[in-house]
C-alpha cells in the first residue's frame, strides 16, 4: 500500500541538471523497490533507473548510465533521480513506481504503484 508524488520537474538548458523526488506515503515504504521511468511523446515508456529496497544494487538503462543517479531515503520516505549533463532527448515525463519484487525490475508490468509522473523539458 503505497502512494506515489513526483516533483521537481520543469524546464533546462542541455547540460544542465534536475533532482526529482518522489514522495511516498504508506507503512511499508522500506520493503518496496522503486523505479524510474519517462516517456517521451510519441514513444512508450521506458524503464531508466531502479534501486532494491536495501539500497543496492542499483541499474540503469545504458542512455542515462554515467548522467543519473537514484538514491533512497527510507527514513523520509522518498526516492530521488539526479539527473546531470541534461539533454534534449532526456524530455519526457517521468514516472515513480514501486514494486515489492527484487527482480525484472526494468520491466514496467513488474511494479504495482505508480506517481503521476512530473514533466522534464531539456531545451537545445
Known amino acids: 500500500q503505497v502512494q506515489l508524488v513526483e516533483s521537481g520537474g520543469g524546464l533546462v538548458q542541455a547540460g544542465g541538471s534536475l533532482r526529482l523526488s518522489c514522495a511516498a506515503s504508506?507503512?511499508?515504504?522500506?520493503?518496496?523497490?522503486m523505479g524510474w521511468f519517462r516517456q517521451a511523446p510519441g514513444k512508450e515508456r521506458e524503464f531508466v533507473t531502479a534501486?532494491?529496497?536495501?539500497?543496492?544494487?542499483?541499474y540503469y538503462v545504458d542512455s542515462v548510465k554515467g548522467r543519473f543517479t537514484i538514491s533512497r531515503d527510507n527514513g523520509k520516505n522518498t526516492v530521488y533521480l539526479q539527473m546531470n549533463s541534461l539533454k534534449p532527448e532526456d524530455t519526457a515525463v517521468y514516472y515513480c513506481?514501486?514494486?515489492?519484487?527484487?527482480?525484472?525490475?526494468?520491466?514496467?508490468?513488474?511494479?504495482?504503484?505508480w506517481g503521476q509522473g512530473t514533466q522534464v523539458t531539456v531545451s537545445s
Open positions: 513506481a514501486a514494486t515489492t519484487a527484487a527482480f525484472g525490475l526494468s520491466r514496467a508490468g513488474a511494479y504495482g504503484y
Open positions: 504508506g507503512r511499508t515504504f522500506s520493503s518496496y523497490s
Open positions: 534501486i532494491r529496497w536495501s539500497g543496492g544494487p542499483t
